[in-house]
């Protein structure tokens, strides 16, 4: 079956940076090449929102919060999503997800900006 298994999370100071991954196995490298991925964040006591989007065809689309600090990318042959996230706030501070096209979720990686 399919599998998303995040990593990369921490405690991590304001300003400063991670890199999250997002493996996916239990589809072929064709099948992960053309789904959309993103990244969602739930903070406590919120909602999930969306943090960055990612087609197929390698377009983006970023949270108002985390534009010009978030990058999303991906890695077709190793079938891994990443996401760098640099000048960190304590607002930043959630539990992150990954998410495949359609329906299909990481157990999710906690991040905590705090000095």
């Known amino acids: 079956q399919v599998q998303l298994v995040e990593s990369g999370g921490g405690l991590v100071q304001p300003g400063g940076s991670l890199t999250l991954s997002c493996a996916v196995s239990?589809?072929?490298?064709?099948?992960?090449?053309?789904?959309?991925m993103g990244w969602y964040r739930r903070a406590p006591g919120t909602q999930r929102e969306l943090v960055a989007i990612?087609?197929?065809?390698?377009?983006?689309t970023y949270a108002e919060s985390v534009k010009g600090r978030f990058a999303v990318s991906r890695d077709a042959p190793n079938k891994t999503m990443y996401l760098r996230m640099n000048s960190l706030k304590p607002e930043d501070t959630a539990v992150y997800y990954c998410?495949?096209?359609?329906?299909?979720w990481g157990q999710g990686t906690q991040v905590t900006v705090s000095s």
């Open positions: 998410h495949l096209a359609s329906g299909y």
């Open positions: 239990g589809i072929s490298g064709g099948d992960f090449s053309i789904k959309q």
């Open positions: 990612i087609t197929g065809g390698g377009s983006t």
